[in-house]
């Protein structure tokens, strides 16, 4: 039987490094990146930038330590393993949402639910979990299909919403994000997080209040106000924070870092991000839409993805274009993710010649034209890899007719599935391959498998290895069949991989924040000085 617990006063995250308000003035934190968030509803739309803005407002029941990225109580108090199929958690007690009521053991049981609902973009959160019980007004019980060795990493995304407001706003089930239909939780949240939404205007900017009433007292900011501008143009978010305008970007431009650098009133922090960037292919429908190739499908033939990834020079693209903030990567997971080795991390060697004559052997030694979608303010400089890979890919042949589209509609159109060719980047919130492999390479079905497969690829074997690992508790049987199921996504060459992402922040010398790999700030550890 294993629990854990820990005692209030060590729950918050850093406590004896945390500033409190005693002896500060009170602060306004501006910050900028590049887009917006899709929605306030917390089950809604699976977006890392609007999981890390949500946290400010909605809890988990579990959240990592940023600094050791180990899970750690938030508004549960400790949790204990009563069987294999069975974790019983304490709630903290005294908590309120942000309209005065309590959280109780209704709220999470309800917020839990609402995450399986079938409009709900958290199902890989939910993996393997069978029903959620109410034991008492401070406890629950999560019951599991089988062991589940990373449930409590899971829990870590999956955020608390009153069960009372929720019901009185029509906000039951969460916003649907294939459709334009909105709920009240679209735009409105009610949490019982450090911070107060205070106003939305989607797209144009962001404001969040302290919540007086935040019962994690031992580790506040001085920090009252926060305000976020999404701005596309890279340009103008780089004035903005040369002018003092803001003090801090999540994204800066990977050509302006070495002046920011050398700036004596700005820093910048780097770290590398557990997101890998990739490209998916179509592998389901018989024809392509917008191809010229008709009656069949070119992607489902193991050569011309073979081929579409030998043609990609990687090394050129993270010098370049990425400017060194980019380590290329043959696997779909980065290496701080269990079940990544150096094997899966070799890529298939760019060449061009090998290219033209696996398109040659598969019987397109013209090649073809092939619809490609791309954010254009999601990823470090994901517009411009894009243009570049069409240029690399022409030289075989393979004229991709290129869209870029903004955050907000791109993700809702590849669920869709209206994409050929498509980027995705995946970041690893439990810090374990299950979460990515799951998503991507499952065979597209219920309760999270294949909820981000939108190339629809499948194969049995994979499968099989993947609901094998499920719920296998001996750590080394359950790491191998991890990276078996990497190696073999590899030799499918299910995705495209590209690289892992390195993020550099940047801010005015009088912030102080801690760098996490998921690329998101912890509202409780900024200071403004």
């Given amino acids: 039987m294993k629990s854990f617990s820990v005692p209030m006063q060590a729950v918050v995250l850093g406590a004896a490094l945390a500033v409190t308000t005693g002896g500060l003035q009170a602060k306004t934190f501006k910050w900028t990146s590049a887009s917006d968030i899709p929605t306030w509803d917390i089950h809604s739309q699976n977006n890392a930038l609007a999981n890390g803005i949500h946290a400010s407002v909605y809890e988990s029941l579990v959240y990592y330590n940023s600094r050791t990225f180990k899970p750690e109580p938030l508004l549960a108090t400790g949790w204990n393993q009563v069987s294999p199929t069975q974790l019983r958690l304490t709630l903290r007690t005294g908590v309120k949402f942000h309209d005065g009521s309590d959280f109780t053991a209704d709220d999470a049981v309800f917020s839990l639910q609402r995450a399986m609902a079938p409009t709900s973009n958290f199902t890989p959160y939910i993996q393997g979990i069978d029903r959620i019980v109410k034991v008492n007004n401070n406890t629950i019980d999560i019951f599991t299909k089988g062991p589940n060795p990373v449930l409590v990493n899971q829990l870590t995304e999956l955020r608390m919403m009153s069960k009372a407001w929720a019901e009185k706003n029509n906000s039951t089930a969460p916003k649907d994000i294939k459709t334009q239909d909105e709920n009240f939780a679209h735009r409105n949240a009610m949490g019982t997080g450090p911070f107060v939404l205070k106003e939305w205007a989607p797209d144009q900017k962001m404001v969040l209040t302290r919540n007086p009433n935040w019962w994690g007292k031992g580790a506040e900011t001085n920090v009252t106000e926060i305000v976020y501008t999404p701005v596309k143009a890279t340009a103008t978010r780089m004035a903005a924070l040369l002018s003092g305008e803001v003090d801090f970007v999540l994204d800066p431009s990977p050509q302006d870092l070495p002046r920011l650098r050398q700036d004596g009133n700005l820093k910048v922090m780097d770290g590398v991000e557990n997101r890998t960037i990739f490209f998916g292919m179509d592998q389901h429908r018989d024809e392509l839409v917008g191809s010229n190739v008709k009656g069949k499908n070119p992607l489902k033939d193991v050569r011309v993805r073979k081929a579409l990834y030998q043609a990609i020079d990687m090394n050129a693209i993270a010098r370049v274009t990425l400017r060194g903030l980019g ?203």
């Fill in 327 to 529: 380590q290329p990567t043959g696997a779909l997971i980065a290496p701080q993710v269990t079940g990544w080795t150096e094997g899966v991390h070799q890529r298939y060697p760019f060449d061009v010649a090998a290219a033209q004559k696996l398109l040659a052997d598969a019987g397109y030694k013209d090649g073809f034209e092939v619809d490609f979608a791309c954010p254009n303010n999601r990823y470090i400089n994901d517009e411009a890899i894009c243009q570049a890979v069409t240029a690399m890919w022409a030289r075989i042949g393979v004229k991709a007719k290129l869209r870029t589209l903004p955050l907000a509609t791109y993700f809702p159109m590849i669920q869709r599935y209206e994409a050929s060719i498509y980027m995705l980047g995946w970041g690893v919130p439990t810090f374990d391959a299950m979460y990515s492999l799951q998503s991507l390479v499952r065979s597209v079905g219920q309760g999270g498998d294949g909820n981000y497969n939108v190339g629809r690829y499948s194969n049995p074997k994979m499968d099989q290895i993947i609901d094998r690992a499920k719920t296998e508790t001996d750590l080394l049987i359950r790491n191998r069949l991890l990276t078996e199921a990497l190696e073999l996504s590899n030799a499918d060459v299910s995705h495209l991989p590209l690289h892992n992402q390195v993020i550099p922040w940047a801010m005015k010398k009088s912030i102080n924040v801690v760098h996490r790999a998921d690329n998101r700030l912890d509202w409780r550890l900024i200071t403004v000085n």
